[in-house]
């Protein structure tokens, strides 16, 4: 059974930093490319980084950039988010997914292009 578990997340002042790590079992994802998502309180969920399946490509939102950096161990299975100088505003259940397809210009941002989820970690910052 495929299955991806995330993991790192808690409560952290504002301006410090978390590592977030998704592990999956079941089969390999060397190659599927790989993104992580936000779900903050009473908004939709929200496409934060993607890395491809080689690590070669990699895609982020503007408002993260220079701040959360998505890597991956091929090797693990897992792939990870570090997340440096949060703020209250980066407060959210973070999920990671994993895509059946290669992944290209708007479709990383498309939650639907996802086909496994995790069951998400929450990250809680305060001001």
């Known amino acids: 059974q495929v299955q991806l578990t995330e993991s790192g997340g808690g409560l952290v002042q504002a301006g410090g930093s978390l590592r977030l790590s998704c592990a999956a079992s079941?089969?390999?994802?060397?190659?599927?490319?790989m993104g992580w998502f936000r779900q903050a309180p009473g908004k939709e969920r929200e496409f934060v980084a993607g890395?491809?399946?080689?690590?070669?490509?990699?895609k982020s939102v503007d408002s993260v950039k220079g701040r959360f950096t998505i890597s991956r161990d091929n090797a693990k299975n897992t792939v990870y988010l570090q997340i440096n100088r949060l703020n209250p505003e980066n407060t959210a259940v973070y999920y990671c997914?994993?895509?059946?397809?290669?992944?290209?210009?708007?479709?990383?941002?498309?939650?639907?292009?996802?086909?496994?989820w995790g069951q998400g970690t929450q990250v809680t910052v305060s001001s």
């Open positions: 997914a994993v895509s059946p397809k290669k992944l290209y210009r708007s479709r990383w941002y498309t939650s639907g292009a996802y086909n496994y």
């Open positions: 079941g089969r390999s994802f060397s190659s599927d490319d």
């Open positions: 890395i491809s399946a080689s690590g070669m490509c990699i």
